[in-house]
């Protein structure tokens, strides 16, 4: 090897070996994250990807899945070219057609079934990934659909909802000041870089933290000065037994109680009933390490509480176990005060928790019909209707087989991958029953098989983006051109919105007018943010002072923060209780058939639902769908490590190796979640949802295991 | 420049992120049954009643006086005069594994051709001035790369480079 | 200072080398008769197989690079007759002497070969030195050959079956032994080794000792005979030793040579000045604590580095080693540690006909012998701590980041425990 060759066997930038290093952005998880990527390009083709130092978020690192990047969006299975079902639905039989025919065709039938059954019977859903959500929304309401839906029907919503049930609005921890960090299921040393850096600093400051989960972990093992183990779906019962500790302890402020709360007298009379002993039992934490955990939050208010997008809500018990938690806060005088939980503004997605005025949420709801049918799960989950303004998708299998409230005809599916729903394999069954299936991706999910249309779509390598983190912007461009014949998946709603020539300008006017639309009041252009070398500060800070909703009342019902929800209260419904209370959150199969319990989507880190399963990289750190469970219930069943087992319920069965670890309690099997061959959801029942929120019972359902072939 | 590669273990939490920059640097072909430089590993020990988690990333040690290169019958292994990472030339390698076998981390990988090929602390990239693919990756900021200098002053606290110093003095 | 290195293999060069690390301005000459760069034998098969081409033979470059680099005066023009250790002089063919303050024998090692009828011959051929493989590949090239015998089932020997079977000459590897590699291999290893050899089309004959050779044959010591073109030796190696061997004065008053030159952890000989290294001599067998002839290239090599070092007045250690090899024949890898005839506790994993197989033999929960079918990577940490079990006065625990290793390489953590002694 010569010196140039060497150079360019080590990837190096420069002109003699012809790679260049261009700026874009990890899309593989969610935009609260989206770190920046240097992309090594050499002929037109990504060659190696790396982090942008000084980014925020990442500064130059990357976790496990964003260094993947190169074989994400390399990986075999990609959707070539659009293509048109010829076999029945499931065959997988497919002809290839030319853009042109497919946009005419879709928006050719999709007028006709607005024609013949109104705009309501078609579902706009989006999976993963989530930046392409405003032109969704948009396209479902100049439709003239309430039925837009996304993934976050069991993501980050619930716990969202909750906060807005309690507070007016989501509240963040001021972890800068925070005297106790309460983790809930936080294993950030983990999975969370990003937040893993904030522990540090909690504790070099002196910090207190306190973690509660089910599973040891890295991060309980290294940054708590107390560790709660506890069965899944107890944490609601545990919050209110520290509440009750709180209490009595005196560490709750009675001033701030009097001025800002509502429902006080009736938390406190719940919460009596949660005795360290009694909750012990619920729990599985010794009760003395429970009067710890209250001591150590007590002693060192301000609290703050972190709880991942969606471990809690995962229960049928989800929501209240999230008001529960919430609760804590709200007693010991930590919202809306310095250390505490601060009141956030903004629902955006493209930026994300932007601190500046953008057009993003006039875009997305500014041609929302005034008066528009029951969105699906409107009825059934009164919480989520209150809180939200899309369907729940956790609803969508019954509301299409049910016919309920209304027949369905369409689905327009973006990234939508079944497997995310419990009893995945039943929709087919509500495929059935519709007239037109539209899907888009970028490798082929199961839905492919079953769509009329399957579309190819990019990945944020691939197109222009522009994203918002905290008072910070950018804009990338792309840094390949599209594989094959894909294209972004905004893109593809404005063309469709042109050919069905709905009456909405800027979505016709397409998406990188409708980019310079959002921040056409800011003091920059796209071209300035995509030619900076970082995001670029944008200083125009609308954010409320500290103690503003203490002044002027939170955005409740009340005013107050809402210990007793004024919201539930008013659905009328006896089954669901306007304070946090705790009831038992299986499902109700046969204990004894089912000893075990099944936690369905316990993360890993090389994986992301299913989209790092077909990724060669990522996967080969896990290369098969491995049960966790614990040394105890491998013995009682004959099982050693790398047995195949069967984990079984009454509603499924998958296969899948065995993993022995003492890092869960005797009687917890935990699996991660998307995979083809292995899918854990088809295990639970589809109506295992919590009542308020609709979210899915993921993380707590009974099940057993066997040696495979027993 | 002298370049020394350390893991703190405290930080480590063998997420694999080093492994996958490790195999996009050096275009690793997993689905062809290449295995990457780097290797992440979590290991969960019974003691005396109660359980330890490890968490480690290894690759190429990068030993001071490093028996591959003694053990290599082609002279393929060599150090670099500036980085001192143990570098290799695979053209002569006879596929014999001698290296392997006088590696105490399991270090050498053999390619589709029988041909010795390993962690080369990314050395063209640290002699351009980049940090190698792994350390720069690595989000928990435990691996770490540091001149001599840089190392006796940090002087890392649960470093493995130590367990390996101490490993290869046994030898 | 001036020093002598005589012989420029493996260890020779490494001497070389590290002597001028320690004295920039030494004197070095080397005395090598072939004027050849160091050559590594284990390389010849690999050669003779056009695995490599000849200059791969070499692995440290052409004696004009090292020479470059190394800065010393070869002298391939003079024979060297005779060390005389206590005066520190060189006694040379033609009758010169020179004398040194440091002097290195590195003679090597060279093919054993037993008195045998009709030895040597134009169709009997060794496997030790560069000449022997262009010599064998050279007979190949033109002749025809139809049947061969390889006498000595060794780590040479199969290699030689091989190149013979890959050129498609029906061959038959006989020795006095009752199996394959008998000092290293477990007798089932050798057994499932054997298997293995023999489905690739190689046959094997036992208990023969070769008393003759033939035109178109090898006569065994029991009088049977197989038919053969050519035969190939490959029954094993003798030190060097005659050029220190003290012929002349009394006993005990010259360089102490046993199988080979026996050396100090130094490398010093018995006599002041004089040092030896690499297949000449004997180093550690730490395992037993006696000194043998060790034979392996990586043991050559730190033993030219030690001695050169020394001689150049550092203070350096190379404690030796244990016995250890690896064998890649066939694209199956053969690794032996230890002393194959240990008796003990037998712990084994995995399935001997399967991709990976362990056995140890381990005393009082400390390894005394290992065989691995399979996996290099695997053979490298054992090897290693079984050394640090022989230097721990205790039983040792695998450090973790081996243990781990080892899992990633298809042991299961019960078996680790098993080769720890059962400590946990």
Known sequence: MNELERRIKAKLPGEDTGITVRRSLCDI????????????????????????????????????????????????????????????????????????????????????????????????????????????????????SPNYGTESSACAKATMIAWKDICGKVCRGDAKNAGVYMGWGSNAAFNKFTQAKMLRGIRERGGKIVIIDTRVTPTSERFADVFLQIHPGTDGALALCIGNLLIQKGYIDKDYIDKYVHGFDAYERLVREYTPERVSRITGAAPELIERAADVMGQNLPAISYTPSAAIPHHINGYNAMRAIISLMVITGGIDVKGGSLLGDSDGIVAEAIGFPSHEQEFCYGTRPEHLDKRIGEERFPLWAAKTNEMQAGDMLRAILEEDPRPYKALVALGMNQRMFLESDKYPEAYEKLDLIVATDIVKTDICDYADYVLPVCTSLERVNLKGYGNLLTATKAVVEPLYESVNDAEFLCE????????????????????????????????????????????????????????HGFPTPSGKLE???????????????????????????????????????ARIANGLHSRMHEVPWARSLRPEPTVDMHQKDADARGIREGDTVEIYTGVGMIRVKAHITAAGLPGDVYMYHGYKEANVNNLIDRNHLDPYSGFAGYRQSRCNVRKAGE | MKYIFDLNTENCVGCGACSVACMDQNDTDTERGE???????????????????????????????????????????????????????????????????????????????????????????????????????????ALKMYSEDEYKQAHPARGIHDIVQQLLRQE | MRYAIVGFGCAGFNAARAIRTEDPSGEIHVFEQTGAPPANPMLTTYYASEAINFNAVFPFGTLEEIRAKYDFVIHSEVKVAHVRAESRE????????????????????????????????????????????VRLKTYLDATPVRKAVV??????????????????????????????????????????????????????????????????????????????????????????????????????????????????????????????????????????????IIGLWQNAGFQGDTAGHNMAGANRVYRGTIPHNITHFMDIYFIGIGDNRAIG?????????????????????????????????????????????????????????QRMVLMKNGLPADFIDLLEGGLR
């Open chain 1, 496 to 551: 469709l919105a042109r050919r069905m020539d709905l009456d909405d300008n800027l979505l016709k006017a397409g998406y990188e007018a409708d980019l310079r639309y959002f921040i056409s009041d800011l003091p920059v252009t796209l071209e300035e943010l995509q030619e900076a070398e970082l995001p670029l500060p944008v200083k125009l800070d609308t954010s409320k002072p500290l103690g503003y909703y203490l002044e």
């Open chain 1, 563 to 601: 210990l007793y929800s004024e919201t539930i209260a008013a659905t009328g419904r006896a089954d669901l209780d306007p304070l946090p209370s705790y009831y038992d959150a299986f499902n109700t199969a046969d204990e004894e058939a089912y000893p075990l319990t099944l936690i369905a989507g």
């Open chain 2, 35 to 141: 295995k990457p430089f780097r290797v992440v590993s979590t290991l969960e020990q019974g003691y005396r009643g109660e359980t330890r988690w490890s968490y480690i990333s290894v690759a190429c040690m990068h030993c001071e006086d490093a028996p591959c290169i003694k053990a290599c019958p082609c002279g393929c292994l060599f150090k670099d005069e500036e980085t001192n990472f143990t570098i290799y030339d695979n053209t002569n390698c006879i596929g014999c594994h001698s290296c392997a076998m006088a590696c105490p981390f399991g270090a050498p990988r053999f390619n589709e051709e029988g041909k010795m090929v390993k962690c080369d602390g990314c050395n063209d990239r640290v002699k351009a001035g980049l940090k190698p693919a792994c350390v720069k990756a690595c989000p928990f900021d």
């Open chain 3, 90 to 133: 060189l006694v040379f063919e033609n009758g010169s002497v020179e004398s040194f303050d440091r002097i290195l024998v590195a003679t090597g090692a060279r093919a054993f070969v037993p008195p045998i009828e009709g030895y040597p011959s134009d169709h009997a051929f060794l496997m030790r030195t560069t000449a022997d493989a």
């Open chain 3, 345 to 401: 506790e037998m712990v084994t994993y995995g399935d001997i006909k399967g991709p990976l197989f362990v056995k140890a033999v381990q005393q009082k929960g400390c390894l005394k012998c290992v065989n691995i079918i399979g996996s290099s990577e695997v053979g490298g940490i054992l090897k290693s701590f079984f050394l640090k079990q022989l230097s721990s006065a205790a039983s040792a625990h695998l450090p973790t980041v």
């Open chain 3, 151 to 292: 006498v000595g089932a060794s780590m040479v020997g199969i290699k030689v079956a091989e190149l013979l079977l890959n050129r498609g000459i029906e061959t038959v590897i006989a020795d006095f032994a009752e199996f394959l590699f008998p000092v290293a291999a477990f007798r089932d290893v050798a057994e499932e080794l054997e298997e293995r050899v023999r489905s690739r089309g190689i046959r094997f004959a036992w208990h023969k000792g070769v008393a003759g050779i033939g035109e178109r044959c090898v006569r065994f010591s029991d009088g049977t005979e197989l038919e053969a073109d050519i035969v190939c030796l490959c029954i094993g190696t003798r030190a060097n030793t005659e050029l220190v061997a003290n012929k002349e004065v009394v006993e005990g008053e010259g360089v102490r040579v046993n199988r080979g030159i026996v050396v100090d952890e130094h490398m010093r000989t018995s006599v002041f000045g004089v040092y030896a290294a690499g297949d000449c001599c004997e180093g550690k067998n730490l395992l037993t604590g006696e000194t043998m």
């Open chain 1, 29 to 144: 998880c969610a935009p609260g994250t989206h770190c920046g990527l240097s992309v090594y390009v050499k002929d037109g083709r990504v060659i190696k990807v790396e982090g942008v130092d000084g980014y925020p978020n990442n500064d130059g690192h990357l976790c496990v899945r964003g260094a993947s990047n190169r074989q994400y969006l390399y990986r075999k299975g990609r959707l070539k070219y659009p293509m048109r079902r010829t076999g029945p639905r499931g065959s997988g039989e497919y002809e290839r057609i030319s853009w042109e025919e497919a946009y005419a065709e879709i928006s050719k039938k999709l007028l006709k079934i607005r024609e013949q059954y109104g705009a309501s019977s078609v579902i706009w859903y989006t999976g993963y990934t989530k930046w392409l959500r405003p032109w969704l929304r948009r396209i479902a309401y100049s439709f003239g």
